[in-house]
């Protein structure tokens, strides 16, 4: 049993980890973000179900296609959603993003159908016994993949010259731009790498959950309170904040209930504000005079 | 027609359709959609105090509506209270973990805020499953106690029209000023002795405490409630509403509410289109109707309704000290204050004594340190090193708003006056300072409260006439031209008849004759018994002109201090300003 719980806190919260990356990735370039994360996530998962088990296509294939249409979204929603409200002093961002979420799940319910499915994996067939504790291949699969993903990130903000132009515009979108970096081009890609890892959660999360138009939300907003909690200035904050709330929702889940499991989730994102306002590693923002 | 005769005739058009339809009809099917719209009201003339005067933005309302109809329903069945006890219950509860969840939430902002909200919610909703032995778990709460629906048409009529009426009158409160001032500008408010924290704890409190007489009465207008009807897209819905009708005015909301009700009946074909509906019409209101239908019907900005006329027999006085023997000398004292940024040292080693009823000028090169000095003393930042007291007692640490209302006003070198606000009312936020008065009193618009507002509004008058500028008064602030609006943030610092003014750069983008008002606006100042003036600025004839003390700041340090004269002549300031080797 306890095992199994470690398993599988470790296999969701590293996909906790990777969607609120997102948020952090769009926060640091644009301070806004995409509150339809989590419709992301859906999209990822309901179109490689289209691809892979709706129309049979070869995996490979599908997951070009799915990753594609992913990074697409979140173009999509930079486009229409963000971008005009970029100098707006009042979150409006926030309200147009869950706007297009909304959207996007009532779409996605009218091609896809309002029922949950279950996506065949070959690493879901045959569960792993290791003493009395079962858990798929998939689980092992997803964090390791995770984990690989968030390096390279990490190796894309730190190693590529286009990585260092996007943590310069994080840094100081004025200098920036003085130094002939294209704004709204960084901001776009943000989004577009933002909504990519959301899609690849999708797709990694799609065999453990069922995939269904209406999954989105409470994963974003639990990745969200990841990303809050971690602090969303702080990659690394965000990454330790992933697992620890997969491992923590897992347990409260296998001992107390699955109901108990959101409750207290939520509550802690709630007392972690209030120890630390701005996140566990997050800093805080110097007053502006 | 002009605008607010029009908007009285929608309004008796409104009631008499209220009244009509009730007698006309007795379709359960129209009446219950009606009362949908009135409950719907409630609530986003609630939700219009919290978004719509404070700017802030709660995606958790379903949490507190939710509250008031559990409170109610357990009430009314489990405990067989009287409707009334019950209702007043689940008010009550919503209304207290309202102020709670505004009390955690409301230390930040942003995103960690729509955070908070989201979080209280689910939290809300999970509980409603799972606490069975209460609330019934998944199934709810069945056979609540129901009233005639011919009857309880009234009681939610009558509810929706005080949520309209009350919000009305807060608006025209000092505290709808303090909610709007705080939106506007935190930091101004602060400096008049506001605390952002607690204005914005009450307004969502209120908001809280409105939505949840509206689930009060919905848990009695069902007969049943269950979980479905709390989730984070009806806390969305709230919000849409508001949108739709128009934020932060007073119809917004109910025309919100009649046409988020009444459009989904109208296109029962399109159910399965419902969220595209919601979402497209979130986005239509973003782009294209930034204050609403309310604000599209009625073009152009709203015109504030003049609040009284210009009375000369009580000349404003500037001096009011609250010193009985005389102010103490040094009124106000720094010393060895040092700020640092990181490794950058912004103030080092400062130390300065303001004497009362004095002109006190801190002059030096660009980034010298003179506004991050103003900022530590005014308590925006609080000094690595050093001390400041005030009239002998220590105020390191206090924040902006203590100390302001310790008598310290600002200006600040971009100005931050209240947009939304007239002339007349951004003066009056500074004569009210931190005396809002009771909340309730502010909401039913008692007589006393009106009272109070009306001698507020004829001092904030006798100032704007002192000041040269009671023509304005009407006018919103962001209409104001730049020089304008120095003066009247200079009006607004001297409301709270301060000990000590400090004025940041208050001559940059004057014009030359603009200058030479102020040069005599601040002697009058001195010589009329007014506060003592610390005076940051660069236009060295104004400086030099009314001046009694002048220090002067390079790299943070104090390379002189005494009269105009003597640091005219002083060789390190003409080397600070001219360069090394003149």
Redesign the interface.
Known sequence: MYLQLVVSGLALGSMYGLVALGYHITWATSRTMNFSQGHAVMAGAVIAYATVVGLGWPFPLALAVTLGAAAGFGVLIERVAVRPFFRATSPAWLLSTIACGIIAENVAMLAFGKDARAFPSPFTRTPILVGGAGFYPQELLVPLVGLGLMALVHAFYHRTPYGKQLKAVAFDPEAAGLMGIHIPRAVMTAYALSALLAGIAGVLLAPLLNVAPTMGTIIGLKAFAVAIIGGLDSAPGIVIAGFGYGLIESFVAGYVSTGAREIVGFALVIAVLVVRPWGLLGDKPARRV | MNRARVARVAWIVLAAAAVALPLSTANTYYLYLACSVGLLTVVTAGLNVLAGLT?Q?SLGHAGFYALGAYGAAVGATRLGWPLWLAAMTGIVLAAGVGALVAA??L??S???L???T???G??VE??L??WVSVTGGPGGIFRIPKVPLGRYYWAIAVSAAAALWLTANLRRSAWGRAFLAVKASE?AAESLGLSAYHVRIVAFTVSAAFTGVAGALFAFLNGYISPDSFT??TS?LF?LAL?FGGMGSVAGPVVGSAALTLLPELLTALS?????L???L??VS??WLPSGLVGALARGPARARPTGSPTREEPWRFSASIWEHGAPDPLLSATGVGLS?GGVVAVADVSLAIQPRRIHAIIGPNGAGK?SLL?VLTG??APDTGGITLGGLSIVGLPPYRIARLGVART?QTTQLFGDLTVRENVAVGLAGGHLGSICAALLGTPRARRVEAARMRDADSLLVAMGFIELADRPANSLPGGIRRRVEIARALAGRPEILMLDEPAAGLSPVEIEALDAELSALRDGGGPAIILVEHHMDLVMAVSDTISVLDYGRVIASGSPESVRENPQVVEAYLGAGT
């Open positions: 700017g933005i955690a939430a230390r930040v942003g995103p960690y729509a955070m908070v989201i979080a209280f689910i939290i999970s509980v499953v799972e930091v984070l897209q969305i919000l949108l399965d289109y419902r969220l595209i919601y979402g497209s979130l986005l973003m782009y940024f506004t900022n925006y930042y600040f």
